[in-house]
């Protein structure tokens, strides 16, 4: 099994420029979530899906949006980019149970220029 | 709303010192709590997690925490760091019964030098 998978790996944009980042699991996990990290802030959620067909917005959703395309797949589109969205963006996935780990996917860097 | 505070965002030892990281969250109810490390260049990885049960939770590679309910803490404790230890570790926080979001906290970045 792969695990989450995100693609890219890294992506340098010019502001105003769109772009979408790719999550897939193949855990047949119920939920998925996308967050950013950005030095001394950790990590905050962006917008999550419990099950195939939902989405939900997190803590900082605000120059984003989220498909859910199947089960495996959940997207993250920016419209249109700004430099305050130069960040790491990891993809996660979960069982449905609220004690059930996470699972990361590897990240994927983005530079707005 | 939950948060988390890590205190130390970063620390040196020497290969063989004692390891206390500080976690500590606020939110008045029941709460599931989890420690994740981050490795340079990889992605996050669980240490371990505490939902109910025995407050000392032990995880892998020699990492444990221990949970005090009146602190409002969950410190992460290793009794003898190497170098492979390297890495940002991030304590994290979510509320029993609520739908797995998780708050993070800021991290604590952690050289180990050989």
Known sequence: NAGVTQTPKFQVLKTGQSMTLQCAQDMNHNS???????????LRLIYYSASEGTTDK????????????????????LESAAPS????????????????????????????? | AQSVSQHNHHVILSEAASLEL?????????????????????HLQLLLKYFSGDPLVKGIKGFEAEFIKSKFSFNLRKPSVQWSDTAEYFCAVNARGSFQKLVFGTGTRLLVSP
Request: glycine share 12%.
């Open chain 1, 58 to 77: 997190g803590e900082v959703p605000n120059g984003y949006n989220v498909s859910r395309l199947n089960k495996r797949e959940f997207s993250l589109r």
């Open chain 1, 32 to 42: 998925m979530y996308w967050y950013r990290q950005d030095p001394g802030m950790g």
């Open chain 2, 22 to 42: 500080g976690c500590n969250y606020s939110y008045g109810g029941t709460v599931n709590l989890f420690w994740y490390v981050q490795y340079p260049g990889q």
């Open chain 1, 85 to 113: 969205q130069t960040s790491v963006y990891f993809c996660a996935s979960s069982p449905p149970d609220t004690q059930e780990t996470q699972y990361f996917g590897p990240g994927t860097r983005l530079l707005v220029l």
